[in-house]
């Protein structure tokens, strides 16, 4: 079974500052680890995906993840925030053994002027 | 959003109707999703197609009937709803392949559902 925690329920920062979003997994099989982004009213868009490959992981809109094994961690960073990032994300986890995710409870990003 | 849309974007309806919600993917996907997302609780799987068969029904009752006619169109049928059923319903798609390799899962823009 697998399962995701998202350390941060709410994230404020401030726009041109660094961002961080948290996300400790568990896994019994090697993982698909992914982040998606939620506008309000929005469905869900994909940012990145790690699939054994590389383990920094490079997104879209400036985000990467690096995926650390043995801290079971997958956290989402941006160097400088924009207005355009505030919305709520969520950090998502596939065994790849069936097509199973299981998604984290979201972390609410807001940018402040 | 042109990859996965549903229709209606917004929906009113009270406890005694019935009426539908619909998703089409244009991916040429061979795997379909209903989620349902409720305020303050992670994403909740509802139902899985896969290759127009349903391989997932997870414990959802029974007045939510889906129906995948081809592998692109995908539907949610409802009916005597309960408040509490009040959500946004996303649809998703992916391509699974063989031995279970699970592939990343396209969103589309949901459905807000109000049950009054």
């Known amino acids: 079974a697998q399962s995701v925690t998202q350390l941060d329920s709410h994230v404020s920062v401030s726009e041109g500052t660094p961002v961080l979003l948290r996300c400790n997994y568990s896994?019994?099989?090697?993982?698909?680890l992914f982040w998606y982004v939620q506008h309000p009213n929005k469905g869900l868009q994909l940012l990145l995906k790690y699939t054994s490959a590389a383990t920094l992981v490079k997104g879209i809109n400036g985000f990467e993840a690096e995926f650390k094994k043995s801290e079971t961690s997958f956290h989402l960073t941006k160097p400088s925030a924009h207005m355009s990032d505030a919305a709520e994300y969520f950090c998502v986890v596939s065994d790849r053994a069936d097509y199973k995710l299981s998604f984290g409870a979201g972390t609410t990003v807001t940018v402040r002027a | 959003e042109t990859g996965v849309t549903q229709t209606p974007r917004h929906l009113v309806m009270g406890m005694t109707n019935k009426k539908s919600l619909k998703c089409e993917q244009h991916l040429g996907h061979n795997a379909m999703y209903w989620y349902k997302q409720s305020a303050k609780k992670p994403l909740e799987l509802m139902f899985v197609y896969n290759f127009k068969e349903q391989t997932e029904n997870n414990s959802v009752p029974s007045r939510f009937s889906p129906e995948c006619p081809n592998s692109s169109h995908l539907f949610l049928h409802l009916h005597t709803l309960q408040p509490e059923d009040s959500a946004l319903y996303l649809c998703?798609?992916?391509?699974?392949?063989?031995?279970?390799?699970?592939?990343?899962?396209?969103f589309g823009p949901g459905t807000r559902l109000t049950v009054l």
């Open positions: 896994s019994s099989y090697s993982p698909s």
């Open positions: 998703a798609s992916s391509q699974e392949r063989s031995g279970g390799f699970t592939d990343t899962q396209y």
